[in-house]
């Protein structure tokens, strides 16, 4: 009898704990970063690096997530959590136009002054089942 009040009490309190969790906040969301990409030859040696600032999407926010106590599972509570991630990825070319040769001198011939590199980005943010990556 007491261990049914006892768990009546923290079912209580998880659920109201649940009703004062905000509203979702998962989105897409812009950031610089500093993307560097290095080329090599056959051998393996280096032949120069390019860099530049770049504008990319990345996913932020918060998700609805939940702990209950439960009778079934083995550890004695159910957990529903839900992560902010990608909705699915789109691919990008950027142009990195800051080349340098392994001494770190600018590069400014036509043919090496720039780097095209393909990324891929998320074009969409949505909550989704933590660990669900069968999408």
């Known amino acids: 009898?007491?261990?049914?009040?006892?768990?009546?009490?923290?079912?209580?309190?998880?659920?109201?704990?649940?009703?004062?969790?905000s509203e979702e906040t998962c989105e897409t969301l812009m950031s610089d970063i500093n993307l560097i990409k290095e080329e090599f030859d056959e051998l393996g040696r280096l032949q120069r690096i390019c860099n530049g600032e770049?504008?990319?999407?990345?996913?932020?926010?918060?998700?609805?997530?939940?702990?209950?106590p439960s009778?079934?599972?083995p550890t004695g509570f159910?957990?529903?959590?839900?992560?902010?991630?990608?909705?699915?990825?789109?691919?990008?070319?950027?142009t990195l136009t800051h080349c340098y040769d392994p001494d770190g001198?600018?590069?400014?011939?036509?043919?090496?002054?720039?780097?095209?590199?393909?990324?891929?980005e998320p074009a969409e943010c949505k909550c989704y089942k933590c660990g669900d990556f069968s999408r």
């Open 54 to 68: 770049v504008a990319v999407n990345k996913c932020e926010g918060s998700c609805k997530s939940q702990v209950q």
């Open 71 to 73: 009778v079934i599972t």
């Open 105 to 120: 001198v600018r590069l400014t011939a036509e043919t090496v002054n720039s780097m095209d590199v393909k990324l891929r």
């Open 1 to 21: 009898m007491f261990d049914k009040i006892i768990l009546c009490l923290v079912y209580a309190t998880c659920v109201y704990s649940v009703s004062e969790i």
């Open 78 to 94: 159910l957990k529903e959590c839900y992560c902010c991630r990608e909705s699915f990825l789109r691919e990008r070319t950027i």
